[in-house]
């Protein structure tokens, strides 16, 4: 699940035509539920308002309101909602609103709203990313193969105790594959009050992970808990890439940054971008204490020139880095601050210009693919 979510309820509303802020409420809420009024124009946020104030059905006001977050989440990604509206020749108004947008995917296009929600939460889920070269002979996804994963995942949660309950959804396009797991995890009880009286709840949380497939440069991309992770890797070579026996080594690597070692990383960047910067780094040296150092500095390299006595990137093994790149863009200088740690981990695909900075850090060995 992202971290989130405010939602402004005014400004949500008035963003969209309410002819289809109306089509919405109808097509949830109960005739019976419905505030009786004259109508003429579709539903108007005073209306919505006092129908959300009004709904009787607890569980129905929860769902709307997060269909609704929903919304105004995906509405701040206007670039996943365009890229699957094309993707699915779903005509678009230039005029039209990320609000109206997701909206009409919600109202008429569900399975295309439910993709672009599984991109936003793997863009926007507090969870590492961690990624792994895994090609394969195949690079389609075959119906017959999702039952099978989703049969050997389930049994996996079913034996941690985390419940039976597994739904998986698969989304296909042209160079990516995307799967949403919604699982339970381990039963919480919590105390809390009734009236005057104490009593215990308990409860199994839900949890989504996401997948993704990169099927140009055959990267699976995995947001999930550890062993959650281990898991999914293993389902995902063996159930729909045909891959017996997978294993994780060197080879599976997407980050290295032996390139920093072997000081052939260019550090004065392009025409694009201007300056890179470490502002953290922790190093392995070698020797019969086995130390760890980590620097963080506005600019470690020169921390390391000026007042460290000469150590430098080459002096043991770079477990990870912390880079500032500046880029240049039209609307002037800007700074995208991320993590690379070895063998798999980077927040890159978090901040803006990352495919200008993929290009760089590909051309520069530190990303493999």
Request: aromatic share 10%.
């Amino acid at each position: 699940m992202p971290k989130y979510r405010y939602l402004n309820l005014k400004a949500f509303i008035t963003a969209i035509d309410p002819l289809l802020v109306e089509e919405y409420f109808l097509s949830r809420v109960p005739q019976d539920q419905l505030i009786p009024c004259f109508r003429t124009m579709g539903m108007n946020f005073q209306y919505i308002k006092d129908l959300m104030v009004g709904l009787r059905d607890e569980k129905l006001k929860v769902k709307i309101g997060e269909e609704l977050r929903q919304i105004c989440d995906l509405s701040k990604a206007i670039d996943i909602l365009v890229r699957v509206a094309s993707a699915n020749n779903i005509p678009m108004d230039k005029d039209e609103t990320p609000q109206q947008l997701a909206m009409v995917l919600l109202l008429k296009h569900t399975r295309v709203f439910e993709h672009a929600w599984t991109l936003y939460c793997y863009r926007h889920s507090t969870t590492q990313v961690h990624e792994y070269c895994l090609p394969s002979k195949t690079t389609n996804m075959e119906s017959v193969n999702i039952p099978a994963f989703t049969s050997q995942i389930r049994d996996f949660f079913v034996k941690q105790a985390k419940g039976d309950h597994c739904l998986v959804k698969e989304f296909e396009g042209q160079d990516e594959t995307a799967l949403m797991i919604i699982h339970g995890s381990y039963i919480k009880t919590v105390a809390r009050w009734l009236a005057d009286e104490v009593i215990i709840d308990t409860y199994r949380p839900a949890y989504e992970d996401v997948i993704l497939y990169d099927k140009t440069k055959s990267v699976l991309k995995i947001k999930a808990s550890r062993k959650d992770r281990q898991q999914y890797y293993k389902a995902f070579a063996e159930c729909i890439l045909n891959i017996s026996d997978p294993i994780q080594n060197e080879q599976n690597s997407v980050y290295t940054l032996r390139p920093l070692e072997d000081k052939t990383f260019r550090w004065d960047g392009n025409e694009r971008i201007s300056s890179i910067e470490v502002l953290e780094a922790h190093l392995k040296l070698p020797g019969t204490t086995q130390s760890d150092v980590i620097v963080r500095s506005t600019d470690v390299r020169r921390t390391f020139e000026k007042d460290l006595g000469g150590l430098n990137f080459s002096s043991g093994r770079v477990v990870y880095v912390k880079f500032r790149f500046t880029l240049e863009t039209n609307g002037g200088s800007e700074t995208a601050v991320f993590v690379i740690n070895p063998p798999s981990v980077s927040d890159l695909t978090k901040i803006s210009h990352r495919d200008i900075i993929a290009e760089y850090l590909q051309k520069n060995g530190v990303l493999r693919v």
